[in-house]
């Protein structure tokens, strides 16, 4: 018997030519808490799926239990009792929240039928052990993504599994959730069950971790004790340097105010929004995932429309339908979700580039290819994108990259308010300063700039006033020189009085 | 909580106290359609009396039988978020092959004549469930493709002759047309399979899987199922009805001709969709679908009998076929809203 | 995960403004090629097997049979570039023909009967771009319904009559050629046509949008693209150019009846895949699309010559369109199999697999016999 219930030893994977795991290698011991640490794109992830054979590394072992194992599937791994939850929520939005958890290992009656009474109440069962109450019957497509993070928690319990892996499973829960969360981690660790487990959360880490393994840009940095290490040596194996000016943000005079909100409210998702943003100013706005963030920006910029109340820009109200109208009223939105939302990734730089602003390029409707790329380069250049030329694919950039372009498409329509949506969510370090040096030029230069963001570091660093929301309700308001981690972390999981939209 | 009566539960809204008992009913997808077919059976028994007889029911439920075998392998394909348009060509290319064994040898025991249906029918499924899951080809072209292909395989086998009525033998007729249980064989076979097929969805992890494979491809792939031998599978068994309809239609209309059952593809789908499934795969019921296809045999029977012009009726389906669509469009979003 | 750093060459340039040469395959894609050389061997096969092959008269002949399909092509061809469909044109060729029957037959004046149908044409298609466009109703599912509607309209406006006398001045758009060549009216209008859409679809900002939204919609709306708006019109223009081919097509028959075109839709959309059109969106040329009708049109017509039944024709057909899509997957599948992770498992179900479609040819061919025999 070995000492480790599981080893990595050497795993490498790439995907189309590009090295994603390099040389990792990586122990778990049973009955031990194992934090993974890591900066987005570090390779965590893909090392969660190699381990639960969703994807086959293409060089290096998997041992378990001291056995070289090779699972073709997540079924294998299941079965050799492996569960994971996963970054991507991975719940069936057409069945209930009980069939969720049970999903592929229905409780099976003598007659070898489904027995769905077993089914309920064992969901009831472990849900109360999980302190949450949830309607069985519920579909997951109704659920708030905290919800369903619970769901993929209960499932992966359910499982009763030797090795758990937990892929950010606290994004979006309150404190209380999250305690109530860690006390059951803590009892299944008790019993033996090994557990690997991944979070942007230090603090959430020293809490709760024994050991943690260090990974950046596909390698393997350190593993170590957690009771050996501070918080800043952690930072500095995930970043690989100190970084001295990590946040340039300029002081600023703000001027007039260009954007009030008013009352705001889309019936569900968000009530009673209200706050202002003047030129030359960064409002940053923090929450957890899920708190209604996004979903204010996409009804300011007219993707799904507010139900009630205002919004003037420049001491004129209007009501916003389609993103068409808010660009031609000087707003652009960076969204988070680059790859669906933000770029058309099959299509040319160019395309990208020029797709808001693409009637300039024509005349009568018919494309002056040469004007549009001219410009498009242009706009390229100015936001330092490394590409071989403009005519190349989207998909073929790196993410940071990508996010330039899609910066530089946004900036082409020369905004007067920019949103930023998650500006340097997995982007590399050095993208990530220049997207923050960049964010200050513009603010100094009068430009308005709305801020979502997760990572806390970057609302305190960047912005000059912070709104914190909290299941779609504005739950704090600090300035920069009264905004700190405790009391916007505090902002965001309060709990929040129910009102309603008139 | 009553497990037993989680009848149509893909589609049943998740009850909560608040809400009164007609919400309630309004959440059960299969409640709007049948009201609409309440609604038509009143107006139409008003005007032609002839409708509501014992009769003129029988006549319905045979007229749609087949349809309600072949709409529900359909509705297991568009559940995967599938679409299999070659149902009618496995139809028409079965019958064929079938009816020219029974000619040739019109001593062949008729359950034997039903396997072979059968696996002809499924080695055809097959090819398409291949093609889509390990050739990557998108579902509508692979069938759309494979229909063209299994029709012109009707015409090079036959060499465009057909098989009549006297061609066949008298007890192969009478397996659709036959009363041993008091009701027509062709009736108790939908029922049956019917059955078979809720049992299927409803009762079994491979039918479940099928929901899940539907729902959200990758989250059953991470879930531990093997989507592509789920794909297979309905493909599979789609050919497998079809091959059963197929010999169940050349009994019943007592021939075998090169363009059997040509159209039928697009009737079936017709069916499901008016019966709630979603052809963006996950959600669909067996009663919802029989409920569809009722829908469609009243109002062809009703057309007719208030003596609606044979010519006239297509259109008044297709234009019932929209309305069923845009309602139930309306009525989902105003049970989210009253949700909320 | 996103893979990081890919591709990312000469870093001293950051960027460059063009491509630094400008190949053929940049305008032609290795789809279109294949094309053009299954349309050489298509040629060259046939020329051999019939001295009929290569006759003017016949080609001028067959050509027209398959403007309708050509035509209905073409605003398909933006349908599917958007990640939609539309099952309902040959249905909404056959109302629209069949009420300028029905008007013909009442003793209206054929041109303003001609333009009523284009009218009606054009009103199915504003239905269908309501529903999809506005109502956002999948478009499958709209289709479907229309194309049941559309085609009981056209059963109810003739039932079983058929409108005829058609006016020669009318029947010329069917039957006449262009003045002084052997050139049919329908090609020359198809040709026209083609080559508008084409111009629109590749030169435009209103092409651009179509590709955007084919490739993905909700960074089109994102945007600013007005993606209903663009549904609406392409649906409304492939319900006027559905309501022309049926003009074309009753001119060319010198009659109507309401099941003119019944089962075209899927040769349309058959054409415009096999052109190279991706069914999900965002891929495809109009030159594509074009070759592959040229291909199917000569393939038809030397099976034709060959006295190959057209059902048998449309099995060739049909086998080309999966062939194409399966043999480049395949390639790639079978060049990225590792060997030392193939398992006796999946090589026996390989072979079960060929064994069973054996047998079911064994048995289609051993039945069969019995069938020539009987004949």
Known sequence: MSEYILELKDISKSFSGVEVLHNVSFTLRPGEVHALLGENGAGKSTMVKVITGFHQPDNGEILLDGQPVQFSDTRESRQAGIAAIYQELSLFPDL?????????????????????????????????????????????????????????IARAFSINARILIMDEPTSSLTLNEVADLFH???????????????????EELFELADRVTVLRDGFWVDSCMLKDVTRDDLIRMMVGRTISNQFPKLDVC??????????????????????????????????????????????????EPATSGSIILADEAVTITSPQQAIKLGLAYVPED????????????????????????????????????????????????????????????????????????????????????????????????????????????????????????????????????????????????????????????????????? | MNIQNTAG???????????????????????????????????????????????????????????????????????????DLSVSSIIG?????????????????????????????????????????????????????????FRGLVFYYSQGTWINSFELPANFKLLSKGTPLGLPNLVIFAVVIAVLVYFFLKYTRTGRDIYAVGSNPDAAQFAGIRTHRVKLLVYMLSGLLSGFAAVLWASRFESAQTNTALGFELQTVTASVIGGVSTSGGAGTVPGVLLGALLLGIIQNSLTLVRISAFWQMAAQGLLILIAVISDKYILERVEKIKK | MKAENSQELKPETLIAEKAEHYSLSTLFKHWEWMLVGLIIAVVLVNTNLSPYFLNANNLSRTSSDFMEIGLMMLPMVFIIVTGN???????????????????????????????????????????????????????????????????????????????????????????????????????????????????????????????????????????????????????????????????????????????????????????????????????????????????????????????????????????????????????????????????????????????????????????????????
């Open chain 3, 85 to 375: 469909i539309d099952l309902s044109v040959a249905s909404n060729m056959g109302m629209s023909a069949s009420f300028m029957g029905l008007l013909h037959n009442m003793g209206v004046n054929i041109w303003v009967a001609a333009l009523a149908g284009l009218l009606l044409g054009t009103l199915g298609g504003v239905l269908n771009g309501y529903l999809v466009g506005r109502v956002k109703l999948p478009a499958l599912v709209v289709t479907l319904g229309t194309y049941a509607f559309f085609r009981g309209l056209a059963y109810g406006f003739l039932g079983d009559q058929a409108a005829r006398n058609y006016p020669p001045e009318f029947t010329y758009f069917g039957q006449g050629k262009v003045f002084g060549t052997l050139v049919p009216f329908s090609v020359a209008l198809f040709a026209v046509l083609a080559i508008l859409f084409g111009l629109v679809l590749h030169k435009t900002t209103f092409g651009r949008y179509l590709y955007a939204i084919g490739n993905n919609e909700n960074a089109a709306i994102y945007s600013g693209v007005p993606v209903s708006k663009i549904k609406f019109r392409i649906y409304v223009l492939s319900g006027f150019i559905s309501a022309l081919a049926g003009l074309i097509l009753a001119a060319r028959f010198g009659s109507t009846r309401p099941d003119n075109g019944t089962g075209l839709e899927l040769s349309v959309i058959t054409a415009a895949v096999l052109g190279g059109l991706d069914i999900n969106g965002g891929k495809g040329t109009m030159y594509g699309a074009a070759l592959s009708l040229l291909l199917i049109g000569l393939l038809k017509f030397g099976m034709g010559l060959m006295n190959i039944q057209s059902q048998v024709q449309s099995m060739v057909v049909g086998l080309l369109l999966i062939i194409s899509i399966l043999l480049p997957h395949f390639v790639s599948q079978i060049s990225s199999i590792r060997k030392d992770r193939i398992r006796w498992k999946s090589i026996l179900a390989i072979v079960a697999v060929v064994l069973v479609f054996a047998a079911f040819f064994a048995f289609f061919f051993w039945s069969r016999a019995a069938v020539i025999a009987s004949v």
């Open chain 1, 184 to 202: 059951l981690v803590r009892s299944l660790r008790d019993k033996g069950t090994a557990i690997i487990f991944i979070s942007h959360r230090l």
């Open chain 1, 96 to 152: 209930d929240v009980a069939e969720n958890i049970f999903v592929g290992r229905h409780p099976i009656t003598t007659g070898g039928r489904i027995d769905w009474r077993k089914l309920y109440a064992e969901a009831g069962k472990l849900l109360d052990s999980l302190g949450v109450q949830l309607d069985l019957r519920q579909k997951a497509r109704n659920l708030s993504i905290a919800q369903q993070q619970i769901v993929e």
């Open chain 2, 9 to 83: 539960e893909a589609h049943k809204k998740a009850t909560t106290k608040k809400t009164g008992f007609w919400m309630n009913l309004l959440r059960v997808r299969e409640a709007g359609i049948s009201l609409i077919i309440l609604i038509l059976v009143v107006l139409v028994s008003l005007r032609a009396p002839a409708f509501l007889t014992a009769d003129n029911f029988m006549d319905i439920l045979m007229n749609i039988s087949i349809l309600v075998i072949v709409s529900l392998a359909q509705t297991m394909v568009l559940i995967t978020h599938g679409i």
């Open chain 1, 254 to 303: 703000a001027g007039e105010v260009v954007l009030k909100v008013e009352h705001l409210c889309r019936e569900g998702v968000f009530e009673d929004i209200n706050f202002e943003l003047r030129c030359g100013e960064i409002l940053g706005m923090a929450g957890l995932v899920g708190a209604g963030r996004t979903n204010v920006a996409r009804a300011i910029f007219g993707v």
């Open chain 2, 93 to 149: 290319l079965v019958a064929m092959m079938v009816a020219f064994i029974l000619k040739q040898y019109p001593g062949t025991p008729i359950f034997s004549a039903v396997l072979l249906g059968m696996a002809l029918g499924t080695v055809l499924g097959s090819f398409n469930g291949l093609v889509i899951t390990f050739g990557n080809v998108p579902p509508i072209i692979a069938t759309l493709g494979s229909q063209s292909i």
């Open chain 1, 338 to 502: 680059r790859q669906h939302h933000g770029l058309i990734t099959p299509m040319q730089i160019t395309s990208n580039i020029s797709l808001p602003t693409l009637n300039r390029y024509a005349n009568h409707g018919w494309l002056q290819g040469k004007k549009e790329r001219k410009a498009s380069f242009e706009a390229a250049r100015q936001m330092e994108v490394r590409a071989n030329h403009v005519q190349q694919l989207a998909r073929e950039l790196s993410g940071g990259n990508q996010q330039k372009v899609v910066l530089a498409k946004w900036l082409s329509t020369n905004p007067r308010i920019l949103i930023l949506d998650e500006p340097t969510r997995g982007i590399d370090v050095g993208t990530k300063a220049a997207v923050h040096a960049l964010m200050s030029k513009l603010a100094a230069q009068g430009m308005a700039i709305l801020m979502i963001s997760s990572e806390l570091p970057e609302i305190l660093g960047m912005s000059d006033r912070v709104l914190v929301m909290r299941e779609g309700h504005v739950t704090g308001h600090f300035y920069r020189n009264e905004a700190t981690q405790e009391n916007i972390i505090t902002a965001a999981t309060q709990d929040v009085r129910a009102g309603s939209c008139q």
